[in-house]
């Protein structure tokens, strides 16, 4: 299983309310067949057994209050239970690190962690990561020092337009926190889940290479390290 592969399963089974994207989505699809169906006469067993949604959760359409928990901060928000997590950030609270580029979690632009894990904000619906510790680019750098990721990707000149960076700067932190010496197919695995169009890979490895230095040199010595 490739790693966007497993990214796109995390938003899927990771839903605390049971309405991912997808099953909203899905969930949506039943409403519509239900609205076709109740033109036809059902008993009032069956109606009362469907609950005009054949058991699917409704909530909304209107907008709901939910609280979001994110880079240590509890943000409370009005939004639709379609709007994703990236949008909800983007949008509404105006945290925009994560980068909303396909829309359909395929490029990995909009990684964030998601209780430690690395994930697709833009397939996760806002409703379901209610919660859950959510941490976006912004939470690394503290006191105008930059981790040791982010602190890589500019001496190694890791970037052109930027648009990846930020998701690769997270999935780069997610890959080292759990791989203090990454191998060659770690790191594939750890970052193939993200894409760059400008073609910036040779940076991107070089960083790594540093940051997973840095971070050893960090944790040797027992001190305090960003993110
Ligand atoms: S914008 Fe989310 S994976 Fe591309
Ligand atoms: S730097 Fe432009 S997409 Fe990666």
Redesign the pocket.
Known sequence: MSSSDERRDQAENSSPSGVSRRNFLKGTGVAGVAGVALTIPLSPEAEAKAGGTFGVPVIGPEKTKITLTINGAARAVEVEPRVTLLDAMRNDLDITGAKRVCDRGTCGACSVLMDGKLVYACSILAIDAQGSKIETVESLSSNGTLHPVQQAFVDHDA???????PG?VMACKSLLDHHPNPTAEDIQMGLGGN??????YVGIKAAVAQAATEMKKTRTKGGKRNG
């Open positions: 970037q052109q337009c930027g648009f990846c960076t690769f894409l760059c169009r400008c073609g910036t």
